[in-house]
């Protein structure tokens, strides 16, 4: 099958999934404050900084491991360390009596991390149908439960329909796998035979560079977020109103991402050196193109939010929605990269260079009031052009690497 079909089948079952939950927002709007949407995108936030702790990112290496003994000792590899690390946390929630969101956030965490597991699973198996299927049913059970649940005033129904979705997401995962490929069977046994030290040797590049490299991306993806509710004392108004016009721009962007991705994963390990790089210079194109009329979509993005969506409760939509539209096609356009960052193990390289974006953010943060950079706006403006520039030196740090290879390898005469 090639890697075309594989990304159309993905996207038809991730486009009809990020369908229903982009027809449940108008809804949702109704249903649910901006201070609702806060909470529930802080929580949101802090769980995907767990899950990277909680599974070390061993999940990602499963579609590349091609010897069926690896592959079997990986997967309790990968559920031992999901199983002791969400423990671990656990006893810590008991002995400091830690405040009741964060055993949400650890919940939600441990069953993310599960879900990855089972889907890096079906990639390897090549089955998309089934995983476009599951990323339906668990869109659909996603927004009846919280549509549900909005009537309780005692819980946060958009927390507890997410967690609902997810669990039968990963119930419904196990299962198609189990018709894809035999899975190992799981025992206290099977836990104490693959040794742990396998973590941190064999699959160093996931469980290390790949996991600080994970925590990086999760801060530049939620480093709004991060930033409001440090800056502006947990303000829900600007996390809610950032969060609920982020659900309406960034599923489709994710949409694109997650299936050109588990495609590329699929279709790399395929193909010879001499196509990767082919391809790899088309993508670095392509990728750039898209980072440079970023700025001009999220200008467009803008005033259709205005018009469409604006009202006095959602008054900071549309100025949040110019950055955001902005920032996720900038996030699209490094799609690939990432893909050959993990294939040829370069995370290290691009830990750097996380890093370093971290590090001026921090820099610009920390002197805003010396600087003139106080308002929301401002910050996320300074967010946004930072990431623009690190995003590009991504793109060309790729590019320069396989040029270089090719002329090692004489492929450039």
């Not at 650890?106 to 993310?112: E, N």
């Not at 149908?129 to 549900?148: M, P």
């Not at 949040?320 to 193990?345: C, D, E, Q, S």
Request: aromatic share 16%.
């Amino acid at each position: 099958m090639s890697l075309f079909n594989n990304i159309k089948k993905i996207l038809l079952g991730n486009g009809a999934a990020q369908l229903i939950q982009f027809a449940f927002l108008p809804l949702s709007a109704f249903l649910y404050t901006p201070e609702q949407f806060g909470v529930f995108g802080t929580i949101q936030a802090y769980s995907t900084a767990l899950t990277v702790f909680i599974s070390l990112q061993l999940y990602v290496a499963i579609p590349f491991e091609k010897n069926q003994f690896l592959l079997n000792d990986l997967i309790v590899l990968n559920f031992k360390c999901i199983f002791a690390v969400t423990t671990f946390l656990l006893i810590l929630y008991g002995l400091f009596n830690i405040d009741y969101f964060s055993i949400l956030a650890i919940f939600l965490a441990s069953i993310t991390a599960v879900t990855n597991t089972l889907r890096s699973l079906i990639v390897y198996s090549g089955n998309f149908t089934r995983l476009s299927t599951s990323y339906v049913i668990r869109a659909l059970v996603i927004v009846i439960s919280q549509a549900a649940l909005s009537f309780s005033t005692a819980i946060n129904g958009l927390i507890y329909g997410l967690l609902l979705g997810e669990v039968i997401y990963s119930g419904l995962l196990h299962y198609f796998i189990k018709k894809s490929i035999d899975l190992p069977s799981f025992s206290l046994r099977s836990l104490f035979k693959v040794p742990i030290k396998n973590i941190f040797t064999k699959y160093r590049p996931f469980s290390l560079y790949g996991s600080i490299l994970e925590l990086t991306s999760v801060f530049i993806f939620y480093g709004p977020i991060v930033i409001f509710s440090y800056i502006f004392n947990g303000n829900n108004n600007y996390i809610g109103q950032y969060s609920f016009i982020s659900r309406l721009v960034w599923p489709p962007i994710i949409l694109i991402s997650t299936s050109c991705t588990n495609a590329l994963y699929f279709h790399i390990t395929k193909i010879n050196n001499l196509e990767v790089k082919s391809l790899t210079l088309k993508a670095t194109a392509l990728g750039g193109f898209i980072i440079a009329i970023a700025p001009f979509l999220g200008w467009c993005g803008h005033y259709i939010i205005n018009l469409l969506i604006k009202t006095p409760t959602w008054n900071l939509v549309s100025d949040f929605g110019f950055y955001i539209i902005t920032l996720a096609f900038v996030f699209m356009g490094t799609i690939y990269v990432r893909v050959v960052i993990r294939y040829k193990h370069l995370q290290k390289y691009q830990l750097i260079m996380d890093i370093f974006f971290i590090a001026i953010v921090a820099i610009i943060l920390y002197f805003r009031e010396k600087i003139g950079i106080s308002d929301v706006f401002e910050i996320l403006k300074s967010y946004t052009v930072i990431y623009f520039i690190y995003s590009l030196l991504l793109i060309l740090g790729i590019l320069f690497f396989v040029l270089k290879e090719m002329k090692n390898q004489n492929i450039i005469k």
